[in-house]
């Protein structure tokens, strides 16, 4: 069966340090890979998605980056936080064809201080 | 563009019956989904409609009118543990597959 583990599930950061969020998938194999945010009480914001290796498509110019170093493997990083950069993270993977679930990874609620 | 609506809130009794609606404008799309979220938690999925009509899974049950342009989720039996954010969105038609997300509609059961 295919699993989606991310991690930290919290992390208190201050203003202006760097950030790596990481996002693993078992059981599968060239799944599309997807970053969303969500604030309090709102959506989910697509950040990245990414549907291959290397391959990494933004939807929301910001402070933030991705990125895809192996077929299961999605990161989000940034150089330098910001405060609006707090939020729930959400990492998720979903087959790349017509009419399947998108999964989720337990998410990170991410605190810049 | 798509734009999907979803009432912000909603309140239900305990054992009662709840109907979560969700309304879009979109040109083109392929399924919609419902997901639930407890609060500090990730989205699970619930259900999935192609085509209208309504799709049964025990308690709950999703419904699509795309001529009318809009679904709904029916919650049948209300538990407490249903308390939460249900989010309705759709799958695109661009060869990403991606989901288009609503805001989502809490809610609250009272016993």
């Known amino acids: 069966s295919q699993t989606i583990h991310q991690w930290p599930a919290t992390l208190v950061q201050p203003v202006g340090s760097p950030l790596s969020l990481e996002c693993t998938v078992e059981?599968?194999?060239?799944?599309?890979l997807y970053w969303y945010r969500q604030a309090a009480g709102r959506g989910l914001q697509l950040l990245f998605y990414s549907v291959g290796i290397g391959q990494i498509s933004s939807e929301v110019p910001q402070n933030l980056s991705a990125s895809r170093p192996q077929d299961r493997q999605f990161i989000l990083s940034s150089k330098k936080l910001l405060l609006s950069d707090s939020g729930f993270y959400l990492c998720?993977?979903?087959?790349?064809?017509?009419?399947?679930?998108?999964?989720f990874g337990q998410g990170t609620r991410l605190t810049v201080v | 563009g798509q734009n999907i609506d979803q009432p912000t809130e909603m309140t239900a009794t305990e054992g009662a019956i709840v109907q979560i609606n969700c309304t879009y404008q979109t040109s083109g799309f392929n399924g919609l989904f419902w997901y639930q979220q407890h609060a500090g938690e990730a989205p699970t999925f619930l259900s999935y409609n192609v085509l209208d009509g309504l799709e049964e899974k025990g308690r709950f049950s999703s419904f699509l009118s795309r001529s009318k342009g809009y679904s709904y989720l029916l919650l049948k039996e209300l538990q407490m543990k249903d308390s939460a954010s249900y989010l309705c969105a759709l799958q695109g038609m661009d060869s990403n597959y991606q989901l288009i997300w609503g805001a989502g509609t809490k809610l609250i059961i009272k016993p």
């Open positions: 998720a993977w979903k087959a790349g064809r017509m009419n399947t679930e998108a999964f």
């Open positions: 059981g599968t194999s060239n799944p599309n």
